[in-house]
C-alpha cells in the first residue's frame, strides 16, 4: 500500500509553497529596483539572478548522498529543512546585499555573490530533497502521484499569485524605493515573505517522512553522467530534442529579469505596478494549466507545444510594440497573453518529456532533460541581460534594448516550432532501445 496520503500531499504542498516564494521577491520586484531604480548592468543582475540554476548540479550531490545516507535518522526532511530555511533567509538578505551593492559596490558585490549564493544552494537542496521524498512516497501510486504534482503545482502558482499582489500592495505608497522609507518598505516586504516561507517550512517538513529502512540503498544509473551524455549523443532524437527544450526554455526564460525593468524603463510603472506582473502573468499560466490537459487530448501534445510557442511569440511582439505605444494597460494585457503561452508550452513539453524515456533509462533521459532545463534559464537570464547591455551602449536608448531581447525571443520560439516537427517519440524509443543494448560497448570506447 502507497505510504502517500492526503496529509503527506498538504505537507508537501506547503514546503514546495514555502520554497517556491522565495522566488517571488528576488524574480519580480528586486531585479526591477537593482536594474530600474539602481541603474545596474541587467548582466550583473541576470548573473545573480541565474546563479541557483548554475548551481544546479548540488541537487545530483545531494539527492545522491540522501539516498545512500541517514541524517537525523532521516533520508528527506532533514535536507528540505536546511535547504527551505536557506532559501528563505537567503531570499530576504538579498534585498540588503542589493542595496549595499548600490551604495558600495566593492563590498556589496561580495556579499551579493554570497547572498545570492546561499538562496540559490537553498532552492536547490530543497528542490530535489522534497520532489524525491514525492517519488519514494508515490513509488508504486499513479493515482497518488498524478494528485500530488497537481495540487502542489497548482498551489504553487496560486502562492505566486497571491505574493506577487502582497508586495505590490505593501509597496504601493512608495514609488520611491531608494530614499529610507522606500528602503525600508522592501526590508519588510522581503522580511514578511522570509516569514511566511520560514513558517511553511517548519510546519510542512515536521512528521513528514517515515522513518526510512537504513539497509535499503538506492543503485541509480543516472547518477552516472557519463552514461546519460553518451547516450543522450549516440540517439539523433534525443539530441534534437535536447536543443529543442535547451532553445525553447532559453527563449522563454530570457524575459524574466527584463520584464518589470522594462515596465520601469519604457513605461514609466512605479514598482507597486510592475511587482503585480507577475499575479498577470500567473493567472494566465493557471488558465492554461487548467485546461491544458483537455487540449492535449484535443490537439495532441506536438501541436499544443507548437501553439503555446506561437502564442508566447505574439505576446513578445505585442510587448514590443505597447514598448513603442508607451501603453502600461496594453502591456500589461500582453503580459497576461505571455502567461496564457506559457502555461500550455509548459503542459505540453513536460508531457513530451515523460515520452522521450523508456523505462530501462528513465532516469537517464530525464536527467538529460533536466540539464537543458537549468542550462535553458541560466543562459537565458544571462544572454538577455548582456543584450540588453550592450544594445543600450551601442544605441543609447533603453527601449532597443529590450527589443532586442524580445525580438530574439520570438526566432527562438519559431526555430523551435520548426525543430518539434522533426521529433519523433517513437524513433526514439527505438533507437534508445538500440543504444542501452549496446551501452557497455560506447562506455568501453571512452
Known sequence: MSEMNWRRIIRLTMVHIGVSITVVPVTSTLNRIMIADMGMSATLVGILVALPYLLSPLQVLVGNWADRRLLWGLRRS?????????????????????????????LGLALAVIAFVFWGMGVNIASVSYLSLVSDL??????????????????????????????????????????????????????????????????????????????IVAHNS????????????????????????????????????????????????????????????????????????????????????????LVTAVAFGLIIVTGLAGSANAFMAAVFLLGLGGGLMTVSNLSLMLDMTVPQAAGLYMGAWGVANFAGQALGNIASGLLRDTTLLLTGNRLFGYAAVFSLEIVGLLISIWLLRRISVTEFRQDAKVRLQTMPLLLKEL
Open 78 to 106: 532533514p535536507w528540505i529543512l536546511i535547504g527551505g530555511l536557506m532559501a528563505a533567509f537567503g531570499s530576504y538578505f538579498t534585498a540588503h546585499a542589493a542595496y549595499i551593492l548600490y551604495a558600495r559596490p566593492n
Open 138 to 215: 508515490t513509488e508504486g501510486s499513479e493515482g497518488w502521484r498524478s494528485r500530488a504534482v497537481s495540487v502542489m503545482w497548482t498551489a504553487m502558482i496560486l502562492s505566486t499569485i497571491t505574493v506577487s499582489i502582497m508586495l505590490s500592495v505593501m509597496l504601493t505608497p512608495y514609488p520611491n524605493v531608494l530614499n529610507a522609507a522606500g528602503e525600508v518598505a522592501v526590508y519588510n516586504a522581503f522580511g514578511l515573505v522570509w516569514l511566511i516561507a520560514s513558517v511553511l517550512i517548519l510546519f510542512g517538513a515536521a512528521r513528514l517522512e517515515p522513518k526510512p529502512d537504513p539497509n
Open 222 to 309: 543516472a547518477d552516472n553522467p557519463v552514461e546519460a551524455y553518451r547516450l543522450l549523443a549516440a540517439n539523433p532524437s534525443a539530441r534534437r530534442f535536447f536543443v529543442y527544450l535547451l532553445l525553447i526554455l532559453i527563449s522563454i526564460h530570457a524575459q524574466d529579469v527584463l520584464l518589470e525593468p522594462f515596465g520601469a524603463d519604457a513605461l514609466g510603472m512605479p514598482p507597486a505596478a510592475t511587482s503585480r506582473l507577475t499575479a498577470i502573468w500567473g493567472i494566465g499560466v493557471l488558465l492554461t494549466l487548467t485546461v491544458g490537459l483537455y487540449m492535449l487530448r484535443w490537439l495532441g501534445k506536438k501541436r499544443s507545444a507548437a501553439m503555446g510557442a
